[in-house]
């Protein structure tokens, strides 16, 4: 059985507070993330020839048709990887503008991956200089998110606004 909502038809709109600054910037700083990552792809396409002399002195045996084979897997990887790092920063810019509470978390644990990854991987790179130093800039990137994320305002606003 249906009962209206009383004193009206319609139940009420909940109210939203308004996006503090720091969220703001926070989504700014995701969308250049966004940016950065697709830039990210074309960095790791600069790297093919390193990429293929690392293959082929790994694998000694391999003939030049396996050699090819592995560099264009490369490829698909460096677009693929570019592609979905920068679908997750528009992801989290969009569902931390909403102010879902578990958005900035999920933006903390990507960041805390990426460190981890860039603390790892730094010494394993072997693109040579632009690799390592876009690596760098997408960690920075994450770091000013996550910052402006965890501020005081930004903060109230998550605690302001429904969990779902």
Request: charged share 10%; net charge positive; proline share 5%.
């Amino acid at each position: 059985m249906y009962q209206p909502y009383p004193g009206g038809t319609q139940l009420p709109e909940p109210s939203r507070p308004p996006i503090p600054q720091s969220v703001a910037r926070a989504v700014q700083v995701m969308y250049a993330g966004a940016v950065v990552s697709l830039i990210g792809i074309v960095v790791d396409l600069t790297t093919l020839s390193s990429t293929k002399s690392r293959i082929e002195s790994q694998h000694h045996d391999w003939t030049v048709t396996q050699v090819n084979n592995a560099e264009h897997v490369a490829i698909g990887i460096f677009i693929v990887s570019g592609l979905l790092g920068a679908a997750l920063w528009v992801w989290m810019a969009q569902s931390n503008k909403a102010g879902k509470s578990w958005a900035r978390i999920v933006a903390t644990v990507l960041f805390a991956i990426d460190t981890l990854n860039v603390a790892v991987g730094a010494s394993a790179v072997s693109g040579g200089g632009a690799t390592r130093i876009y690596g760098l800039v997408i960690w920075l990137i994450g770091l000013a998110a996550v910052i402006l994320l965890w501020q005081r305002p930004s903060s109230e606003y998550f605690k302001g606004t429904p969990r779902y």
